[in-house]
């Protein structure tokens, strides 16, 4: 069996999902600084995703230690930790490693084995929808501290955790029914609506909710410090647009573009599949600081699609 990038990614998902999802159960506890959705409303998860520390950190006034367990300069401690994790990895976290990034990926697996083609967004209406991650940001930035003021009720001091389509989806894999009760009986009011559309998304649109994911906006505005590069080398491109129809959020610029070496754009998830399906020597790699990691060619491509 020939190795692919696409079955490296994938055993690193699924690896990554029961880690994550389940690893508290068995004493893995990676800390509150996972640079992806790893769900704190996941009871007996491995690791605890960075936006509530986010929201905790920026909320201090509201009772820091009950959210995060620990004090104040400890909850700072986290925001060192999940820098450090961000400029090892940047990206991969979210193309390799995020529990619901693979949750969305099932759901374009299904629509696949049912026949029914992805639904795709055009240039237009994603450069409209790029802005939406960062707006869900500065949600997350801004509500947390005008509840310490006293500007806003407490239900906002965790303002995302209180949309987020993960806290509804996630804990249902760890089958535990009175746990998923007591969360679903607690439902804010947003949520059930969000979670409707994100599953209907999820369906029609590989990554759909990664357009809006504020974890992606996080990690891409600390790309200046990040080891993980897409990187073009323009005289190879032939302009084919197989990086554009491969890539799962739809990212066009890839293959337009003619000046820039680095065409790590601020949707990428680093998944590497537009490097997996050009057929020209060389013309994208995949870097880890100075390391090449993969490196499109025209004999990868032609054995990794060729039909069987």
């Not at 690896?15 to 990676?30: C, E, K, P, T």
């Not at 407490?154 to 993960?166: D, E, K, R």
């Not at 894999?173 to 209907?200: K, N, Q």
């Amino acid at each position: 069996m020939v190795i692919t990038v696409r079955r490296l990614r994938t055993t690193a998902q699924y690896v990554s999902f029961i880690v994550l999802m389940y690893g508290g159960r068995f004493g893995v506890n990676l800390g509150s600084a996972v640079p992806c959705f790893a769900c704190p409303f996941v009871r007996g998860c491995g690791g605890q995703c960075y936006l509530l520390g986010v929201q905790g950190v920026l909320g201090f006034g509201m009772n820091l230690e009950s959210l995060t367990g620990a004090p104040l300069f400890s909850a700072l401690g986290w925001v060192a930790v999940f820098i450090i994790l961000t400029a090892l990895l940047g990206k991969i976290w979210c193309g390799w490693v995020c529990p619901f990034g693979l949750v969305q990926d099932w759901f374009s697996l299904l629509r696949r084995k049912l026949g029914v083609r992805e639904r795709m967004a055009s240039e237009k209406t994603l450069r409209l929808l790029s802005p939406a991650k960062y707006i869900l940001l500065g949600y997350i930035a801004v509500l947390p501290p005008l509840v310490t003021v006293g500007l806003l009720p407490s239900s906002f001091y965790l303002p995302f955790c209180n949309i987020c389509p993960g806290k509804a989806l996630l804990p249902l894999f760890t089958l535990d029914g009175e746990y998923v009760a007591v969360l679903y009986s607690t439902f804010w009011t947003a949520l059930p609506a969000v979670t409707a559309i994100t599953l209907v998304g999820m369906f029609f649109k590989d990554r759909f909710f990664c357009v809006f994911c504020p974890m992606l906006a996080l990690i891409h505005l600390l790309k200046p410090v990040t080891a993980i590069r897409l990187l073009k080398d323009n005289d190879s491109c032939v302009g084919c647009g197989n990086c554009t129809r491969a890539c799962p959020m739809g990212i066009s610029g890839v293959s337009r573009e003619r000046e820039r070496f680095d065409v790590q754009f601020d949707s990428c998830l680093d998944c590497a599949r537009c490097a997996e399906s050009c057929p020209s020597d060389g013309a994208l790699r995949l870097n880890w600081h100075r390391r090449t990691l993969f490196s499109s060619s025209r004999l990868y491509a032609s054995r990794r699609f060729r039909k069987p």
